[in-house]
């Protein structure tokens, strides 16, 4: 018996047969579509056209890299931006380009694992801001000073001891310090200065420790504890300055002017223990306390009647700089350096306990703190990529920058360099890295530096004007009248003691009546009568 095929079995192949029929014929649609595409495409197609833009977009790839390379972008960046500009122009093989599934992963499958690496929670509580911890400890060993011979406990010891009341000076005794800190004075003549020095008797004794010790190191610390240490102990040396000048003049009104020297040799120990330090404004700090004893010496010998033997001995107290310029100059601009570096490396890398340096995911994000910790996380992970992309992985490397404009800030110090020829914020070459913003930061600190060495010269003039007046009061004690001209005291005292250190020509001098008048014509030498422009008055002392 012949056997026939199940009626399901014939349908279904009839079915199939007209299912490959449509589809061949969909294909052949296709390929002839495509076809007349390509014949349309062919004959509008203009060779030369093609060449001129195939050239033109290698020409502007080439003047890319070039442009990368002359302003010294981040690789990274490079990088990017040359696959970008590659696929645009057809630099990539079409085998490749045609490839959609190959440029669709090349391109997502990163973007994900970012995103889910962004997503994840953070553990961060292992690390820390990045600090250069070594170059802080040599710092600390070179200018360290041993215990027995550190002033510094003495001056913590003091300040812990001193009552708040003795930490600032009234407001009615601040509108007297003319009268008692520039010329000699009786008690009778200020009465409540009088009562308010003798209610700190034992304190001028106490502060006698201090002059025992010649050199004095305050600890280095992060510049956010150095502020919050330095200032009120700063503000306090000042108040105890104040103490001593005013008991000084009220000793040599009194007519014991060789108390007042002592008192004031104190001062100037006082003024070269914060001279010594490595912090910037300790430093003027310390030549504010040292201007105070110039101050009081030029008034003694003018409106007091010192002796001769008194007089040189002033002379002597006052003849030798307390400091080196430059040394401390370039003490000064290491730590400043090390304070800079610290302070931006800390908000880009943090470290762990292992020494791992990583980006930080934390130095900027966590400055919203009303914001949720998990939010703060991912926003400081995108942050960190973000720098993985534009900035180096090293520390050393970011700060490398830093480094070499502050070794020309060193010069600024140097005694036969002009600061304002190193002035360099406005000539600095664009650059589109990380290196140019960091330079354009720490220029914007530059004024400040040359307002330190303006200073500084400002205090080299006050000594010598302050030696001047000792042989101007000679002079009188030997004439009975005070010279019409400084040329009259030709002959007298350091050569180098009448240039000007401000412009390197005199000072000018003008006698008026019983008294004169001495000062500096300033960096432009031009005389505005003492009292305006760019004149500076040594005396009478200028407010």
Request: with cysteine; aromatic share 10%; glycine share 6%.
């Amino acid at each position: 018996m012949k056997k026939t095929a199940p009626r399901a079995s014939l349908f279904e192949g009839a079915r199939a047969e007209r299912i490959r029929s449509r589809v061949a014929g969909w294909k052949t649609a296709e390929i002839r579509e495509n076809g007349t595409k390509a014949a349309i495409m062919a004959k509008t197609r203009n060779p030369r056209v093609e060449r001129i833009n195939k050239w033109t977009g290698r020409v502007i790839f080439g003047a890319v890299l070039l442009a990368a390379l002359v302003f010294q972008v981040p690789w990274k960046v490079t990088l990017v931006v040359a696959c970008v500009f590659a696929s645009l122009i057809g630099l990539i093989p079409a085998s490749f380009a045609r490839s959609r599934r190959t440029k669709s992963f090349l391109v997502g499958a990163p973007l994900v694992a970012w995103s889910v690496w962004t997503l994840l929670p953070s553990n961060s509580g292992d690390y820390r801001p990045f600090v250069f911890v070594e170059e802080q400890a040599r710092l600390e060993q070179e200018y360290g000073v041993p215990d027995d011979q550190n002033a510094s406990a003495v001056y913590l010891r003091l300040l812990a001891q001193s009552e708040p009341n003795d930490r600032h000076l009234p407001v009615w005794l601040e509108k007297s310090s003319k009268a008692v800190l520039r010329r000699p004075w009786k008690s009778e003549d200020h009465p409540e200065t009088a009562r308010w020095l003798d209610a700190r008797a034992s304190m001028v004794e106490t502060l006698k420790e201090l002059g025992e010790y010649s050199q004095c190191h305050f600890p280095t610390e992060p510049m956010i504890q150095m502020l919050e240490s330095s200032e009120p102990r700063t503000k306090t040396v000042k108040t105890w300055t104040y103490l001593l000048a005013a008991e000084a003049n009220r000793q040599a009104g009194e007519g014991d002017i060789a108390g007042a020297l002592q008192i004031y040799a104190l001062i100037a120990k006082i003024a070269s223990h914060y001279i010594q330090q490595v912090y910037g404004p300790h430093y003027l700090a310390g030549l504010a306390v040292e201007k105070a004893v110039f101050d009081g010496i030029s008034g003694i010998a003018i409106h007091g009647s010192p002796t001769p033997a008194q007089l040189a001995a002033m002379d002597t107290l006052i003849a030798t700089p307390s400091h080196e310029w430059a040394s401390a100059w370039r003490r000064i601009m290491r730590f400043e350096c090390l304070v800079v570096k610290n302070g931006l490396c800390g908000m880009v890398y943090e470290v762990n306990a292992r020494g791992k340096i990583r980006f930080s995911r934390s130095g900027f994000a966590d400055m919203k703190e009303t914001e949720s910790p998990y939010v703060r996380s991912v926003k400081g992970k995108r942050l960190a990529s973000l720098m993985w992309v534009v900035l180096p992985r090293s520390p050393w490397k970011f700060a490398r920058a830093i480094d070499k404009h502050y070794e020309q800030y060193v010069q600024i110090g140097q005694p036969d360099v002009d600061p304002k020829s190193l002035q360099r914020g406005h000539h600095l070459r664009f650059r589109a890295n990380h290196e140019y913003l960091l330079e354009k930061l720490v220029t914007t600190m530059e004024p400040s530096y040359h307002k330190v060495s303006d200073i500084h010269t400002k205090s080299v003039a006050t000594r010598q004007v302050c030696r001047i007046i000792l042989l101007l009061r000679q002079y009188k004690d030997e004439t009975g009248h005070w010279p019409e001209t400084l040329a009259e005291l030709a002959g007298r005292g350091d050569p180098q003691l009448w240039t000007d250190p401000l412009n390197g020509g005199v000072f000018v001098y003008r006698p008026e009546g019983q008294a004169f008048r001495l000062y500096t014509k300033g960096r432009n030498s031009v005389d505005e009568g003492g009292a305006g422009g760019d004149d500076f008055s040594f005396w009478p002392v200028r407010k």
